[in-house]
């Protein structure tokens, strides 16, 4: 109702508004291509009120349909009946209400959600009418999808596009194309992020309702997006929009050419996505190990760090500071020896193999007559268990970002020192041995 009269507040909305977008549904709606092609298919099936019942098809007018939708508003309360379930301002309907006139509610009789453990829903003829609205703001993908944000100016920032597709094309929205709710979500959070001042999103909240209604079944998948991962999204390409590429490539099985990547983008699942929205960490993907590089920029490193992970700006400084240590002590190494020692950085997948790269460029500092310890008892102790609960999270979380760090700063390097290693693999055992201790 907001967005067809281009208002902002729902207290602004008028009787001209409510009878301007039932005059815009109900045109719409008497169209073939939208009541057995979409409501009775998708959304709402054998819907009376819509007349998507195909056995109304003769019937079906914009004026039958427009009668109906004003025929809900002016419904008499019935006091006997109980008090509506969604707004808990009104009484519901005399009888329950069912899948036809509500998604994804419906009878004992076909595979259903009871939200209240029964057959139907109680549902007052007003929240029954704004329900009618859906199909307008609904994204019509290969399900329907519906994207539930609080505060509500959030949610119509997320549908207008609907709305907008729908007045050019006279046909539900395809969202843009997009073959999965959650590609096109991450698509136009970005989108969204880019207008709005950093920190707004402190208490938003988003579900995506990715569902189908039909005569065949009814499916649903939820989507929540978690708030400091909506509020990472929503500025990470403001931040480094080529980073935020970069990062988002690494997570499908192949990496997308520059061509291929607005086809990735619409139509494969990305893990990158899929790890932010179960709270796995995505820190790996900012590291390019095989090219030993970093796909971002520290600047957006520290926004992930602090924003989802949790770590606050002075450990990351104090990381950054060991990792600085670190460099300034390798990089005096001969290429080979260089490369080795970041290999074993790289290959530590048990803390103890983590605590003796440490205790190894604390020899080589030695050796190399560098002044000053690599880190004091406190510093180390710090580094290994400091960060976190899980122990075995937060020293992974360490070595990511010191990684992050060297191949930021010695990139070319160890790229030049790999090459050659390839060649000098035969002598390399050999070299191990004598090396280590
Ligand atoms: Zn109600």
Not at 287 to 293: A, E, P, S
Not at 408 to 416: F, N, Q, S
Request: hydrophobic fraction near 40%; glycine fraction near 6%.
């Amino acid at each position: 109702m907001l967005l067809l009269s281009g208002k902002e507040k729902p207290e602004e909305l008028t009787e001209e508004d409510i009878e301007d977008a039932i005059n815009f549904a109900s045109r719409l709606y008497a169209r073939k291509e939208w009541s057995s092609g979409y409501i009775h298919a998708m959304m709402l099936p054998n819907s009376g009120i819509l007349m998507a019942n195909p056995s109304m098809a003769k019937k079906r007018t914009s004026e039958a349909i427009k009668k109906n939708l004003i025929g809900l508003l002016s419904e008499k309360e019935d006091p006997c009946a109980p008090i509506c379930e969604i707004c808990g301002r009104r009484h519901a309907r005399t009888k329950p209400v069912y899948r036809s006139d509500f998604p994804l509610i419906g009878t004992g009789g076909v595979p259903n959600y009871f939200p209240s453990g029964k057959d139907g829903a109680n549902i007052c003829s007003h929240c029954l009418f704004l329900a009618q609205m859906m199909p307008l703001v609904a994204y019509r993908l290969s399900r329907v999808l519906i994207i539930h944000a609080h505060p509500y100016e959030l949610m119509l920032e997320f549908h207008k596009e609907a709305i907008d597709d729908i007045k050019k094309s006279e046909l539900a929205s395809t969202a843009r194309d997009f073959k999965r709710p959650e590609n096109f979500l991450f698509e136009k959070l970005i989108e969204i992020g880019t207008n709005l001042e950093l920190g707004k999103l402190q208490n938003a909240s988003i579900a995506l309702y990715y569902f189908v209604n039909n005569n065949q079944g009814q499916e649903m998948e939820v989507i929540y997006i978690p708030n400091p991962v909506l509020r990472f999204v929503a500025f990470a390409a403001r931040m480094d929009r080529a980073g935020w590429r970069n990062i988002v490539s690494m997570g499908w099985r192949r990496r997308p050419s520059e061509e291929e990547f607005e086809d990735f983008k619409k139509r494969y699942p990305n893990n990158v996505y899929s790890k932010l929205l179960s709270g796995e960490s995505i820190l790996p993907y900012f590291l390019d190990f095989q090219n030993r590089k970093v796909n971002a920029s520290w600047r957006l490193l520290s926004f992930y760090c602090s924003e989802v992970l949790g770590l606050d700006k002075e450990a990351l400084e104090f990381i950054k500071g060991v990792a600085d240590r670190i460099v300034e002590t390798v990089e005096k190494l001969p290429d080979n020896k260089l490369s080795r020692r970041v290999r074993e950085l790289e290959k530590a997948e048990k803390l103890y193999q983590f605590e003796g790269f440490f205790i190894r460029v604390e020899k080589d500092r030695q050796e190399l007559g560098i002044p000053g310890a690599l880190m004091s008892f406190d510093d180390f102790a710090r580094i290994l268990t400091g960060y976190g609960e899980d122990l075995n999270v937060s020293w992974k979380t360490v070595k990511s970002l010191l990684l992050f760090r060297i191949y930021e700063k010695l990139h070319d390097r160890l790229m030049k020192a790999s090459a050659e290693e390839v060649e000098a693999e035969e002598d390399e055992e050999e070299f191990e041995e004598g090396d280590e201790e």
